[in-house]
C-alpha cells in the first residue's frame, strides 16, 4: 500500500491551536510485506541516520499495528518525504496521521479519518495540523479532553493559491511556546477570539476581503517572529505585493501567504528578490487530506 499525506499550516494568525489548512505538498510511503524490516528514505531526512535507526513512522506504525493483529510481522517501508523539518509546515502531523492510518489499512480494518484524528491526539494535543493532515482544505478544529476532536472543514477554491517562504534556518516549537505568557489580558483574549471568529466565518462564505484584518493576532506570532526578525519584512512584503493574508506558518520559521492565483507569480517574484537564501514557492491547497492507494 502507498499512503499520502499532505503538508499544512497551521495558527493561521489569531487561530492559535485550532485553524488550520492543508497545502499541495506530500509526504509518499510505501509499505511492502518483506522477509525482513528494512527502511529506506528520500529526499528530507534522507541524510540523517537517526532517522532509520529511531523512525518516528515506524514506531507509531507498530504500535497499532501489533495491537491490532497480535504480532509484529515485517515490512520494507520507504519514505519519499517532501515536507521540510521543523520549519511550521506540520512535518509532525503528517507523520502521526500517516502512521495511525497506515496501521489500521495493513491490518485489513477500516477506520474515518474522525477516528484516525481522535487517535493522533496521543501524540499530538493540538489539532490545529493534525486535522488538516487528515481531512484537507481548511479546518477549524477543538479537542475535548485529549479524546476527541470535533472539526469543520471547508474546500479551499482552486482560484487561491499559497505563496510560501521556508527559511533555511529552523525554528523549535518547544522553544518559542515556552517564550509565551502563561496569562494574557481579557483585552488581548477577546481581540484573538473576534478575529479567530471572523477569519472562520470569511473561509466558509469565501468572502477574502476581510482576511487581512481577521488574520492579525496578539497572542503568540511577535513573540515568535522576534527569533528570526527577517519575517517581519516577509510579512510586509507579502502584503504590499497582493497577499489576501500573511502569518507565520505554525511556529515558524515558515511563512504563509495566500493570494488569488494571478497575483501569485507576482508575489513569487518580489519575495524570491528580497529573501534570496529562503525558498520561495507557490503551492495549490490540498482538499483531500490523506489518501491511501493500494
Known amino acids: 500500500m502507498k499512503i499520502r499525506v499532505p503538508a499544512t499550516s497551521a495558527n493561521l494568525g489569531p487561530g492559535?491551536?485550532?485553524?488550520?489548512?492543508?497545502?499541495?505538498?506530500?509526504?509518499?510511503?510505501?509499505?511492502?510485506?518483506?522477509?525482513f524490516l528494512s527502511i529506506s528514505i528520500h529526499g528530507e531526512g534522507s541524510n540523517r541516520p537517526g532517522i532509520k535507526t529511531n523512525n518516528q513512522f515506524v514506531n507509531i506504525f507498530y504500535n497499532f499495528y501489533t495491537k491490532l493483529v497480535g504480532r509484529r510481522d515485517d515490512f520494507r517501508f520507504e519514505f519519499h518525504n517532501n515536507i521540510p523539518f521543523s520549519r511550521g509546515l506540520g512535518s509532525s502531523s503528517a507523520v502521526i496521521i500517516s502512521a495511525i492510518a497506515a496501521a489500521y489499512e495493513m491490518a485489513g480494518l477500516k477506520m474515518s479519518k474522525e477516528s484516525i484524528v481522535d487517535k493522533?491526539?496521543?501524540?499530538?494535543?493540538?489539532?490545529?495540523?493534525?486535522?488538516?493532515?487528515?481531512?484537507?482544505?481548511?479546518?477549524?478544529?477543538?479537542?475535548?479532553?485529549?479524546?476527541?476532536?470535533?472539526?469543520?472543514?471547508?474546500k479551499i477554491p482552486s482560484y487561491l493559491k499559497a505563496v510560501m517562504v521556508i527559511p533555511n534556518k529552523s525554528m523549535s516549537t518547544a522553544k518559542s511556546r515556552a517564550k509565551m505568557s502563561k496569562s494574557i489580558s481579557m483585552q488581548k483574549a477577546v481581540f484573538n477570539l473576534t478575529h479567530t471568529a471572523v477569519l472562520t466565518a470569511a473561509f466558509f462564505n469565501e468572502d477574502w476581503s476581510v482576511?487581512?484584518?481577521?488574520?492579525?493576532?496578539?497572542?503568540?506570532?511577535?513573540?515568535?517572529?522576534?527569533?528570526?526578525?527577517?519575517?517581519?519584512?516577509?510579512?510586509?512584503t507579502a502584503l504590499l505585493n497582493g497577499a489576501l493574508m500573511s502569518t507565520l506558518s505554525g511556529s515558524g520559521s515558515s511563512f504563509f501567504n495566500m493570494v488569488y492565483e494571478d497575483d501569485a507569480a507576482h508575489l513569487e517574484k518580489k519575495l524570491k528578490e528580497e529573501f534570496g537564501k529562503f525558498r520561495v514557492e507557490v503551492f495549490n491547497f490540498d482538499n483531500n487530506g490523506y489518501l491511501i492507494e493500494k
Open 120 to 154: 493522533a491526539l496521543f501524540y499530538e494535543s493540538h489539532p490545529d495540523n493534525i486535522a488538516p493532515a487528515a481531512h484537507g482544505g481548511f479546518t477549524a478544529s477543538m479537542a475535548i479532553k485529549n479524546d476527541h476532536v470535533y472539526t469543520q472543514k471547508k
Open 211 to 236: 482576511l487581512r484584518v481577521a488574520s492579525e493576532d496578539k497572542m503568540h506570532q511577535n513573540i515568535r517572529m522576534n527569533g528570526m526578525r527577517e519575517l517581519y519584512k516577509v510579512q510586509k
Open 16 to 35: 492559535f491551536d485550532s485553524l488550520g489548512l492543508a497545502l499541495d505538498l506530500h509526504n509518499e510511503i510505501t509499505i511492502k510485506e518483506a522477509n
